[in-house]
């Protein structure tokens, strides 16, 4: 159990009063044992070698970063290669055998690609879910990324994820979409 | 987050959160421009409704040396009731004088006049309420691939099923 986390400070402080500097997160259940997750549905070129700690700093906190490096049940990498086009779909999808997934993503574009990476985290049940993840991305010269994640996960379950990019040169694009699904 | 560090790197983002009773959806972009000729768009939408809380935080940072950068962040909040509270911080740091930034931000409740505009064309209240609703997030939607796109309208009518007014 972590008492307390805080999470999203804002770069430049505001009125305190406004109680918006940052958000504070108390009593969050963290699992110590991380079981396998298996329902992941791939779409598209991906590998498992994504190679250990990087000094990155991600803004979710050391304890969920460590959790993301170290423990990790799920690690893909997906590498547009160069002057090719390359298309990947990752669906995680929750259920009661698939509580708990930790994933740690690389995503590395070439020079002269175009490519469309989607992922989507959902819970088809009325389950209480852990997700914890970090996605990394280089993209390199005269290449065009589009990222979509799709956030379906319910009301129950505790969400934390975070993406970095690098851009050089390059065009990328980024969508975002963070619903939510009744019990 | 995002780091523009080869001249000319480009980056868009478009973002939608919908947070419910209960519930505190803080979500953000950063974008740091490191190199010349970098541009970058931010595009958010929130909804909240039932005492739904909606943060959003931005950070657009154009470095010394990012010399004739363009940005230009938007970010929009609808509140569906008055219990539901919506927050926006974007930050701009500008460290250059050679740049193009534009910067607009919108909160606001829905607006009781064009409900009633849309009931006088024969609409009911939720139903007018649920198309405002659906054209605020329709230049979300309309980037998403269209299976999402379908999936995030479904949702929207699921939740403002006489969920409303």
């Known amino acids: 159990m972590l008492q307390e986390l805080k999470i999203n400070e804002t770069p430049v402080r505001t009125s305190r009063n406004l109680n918006i500097n940052n958000i504070k997160i108390q009593n969050i259940e963290i699992p110590e044992t991380i079981g396998k997750f298996e329902n992941v549905n791939i779409i598209g070129q991906v590998t498992e070698d994504v190679k250990g700690s990087y000094n990155l700093t991600y803004g979710l906190g050391n304890e969920l970063e460590n959790q993301v490096q170290q423990k990790a049940n799920r690690k893909f990498k997906i590498v547009v290669e160069k002057n090719k086009n390359q298309n990947v779909e990752i669906d995680f999808n929750f259920n009661s055998q698939n509580l708990t997934l930790i994933d740690n993503i690389e995503i590395i574009a070439n020079e002269n690609t175009e490519s469309t990476i989607t992922i989507k985290y959902k819970s088809t049940e009325n389950i209480k879910a852990y997700h914890n993840g970090i996605i990394r991305v280089l993209a390199k010269k005269n290449c065009k990324l589009n990222i979509i994640i799709v956030n379906l996960m319910n009301t129950e379950s505790n969400n934390f994820r975070v993406l970095k990019i690098y851009l050089k040169i390059m065009q990328s694009q980024l969508y975002n979409c963070r619903l939510w699904r009744k019990k | ?165």
Request: charged share 25%; glycine share 8%.
């Open chain 2, 1 to 165: 987050m995002s780091f523009l560090n080869g001249e000319g790197a480009k980056t868009e983002y478009t973002g939608i959160s919908f947070a419910g009773a209960g519930q505190n959806l803080d979500t953000g972009f950063k974008v740091i421009h490191n190199a010349e000729n970098t541009s970058s768009v931010v595009n958010s939408k929130s909804i909240s409704k039932n005492g739904g809380k909606c943060t959003y935080r931005s950070l657009v940072r154009i470095s010394e040396n990012a010399k004739n950068s363009k940005s230009s962040v938007s970010c929009e909040s609808l509140m569906l009731d008055d219990i539901s509270i919506s927050d926006t911080i974007p930050v701009n740091d500008i460290r250059n004088d050679e740049v193009e930034f534009s910067h607009e931000a919108k909160i606001g409740k829905i607006s009781d006049k064009a409900i009633f505009y849309l009931m006088s064309r024969g609409l009911s209240e939720e139903d007018a309420k649920a198309m405002i609703v659906r054209g605020f997030a329709y230049p979300i939607s309309k980037e998403l691939p269209v299976e999402y796109a379908v999936e995030m309208n479904n949702l929207i009518n699921l939740e403002l099923e006489g969920a409303i007014g």
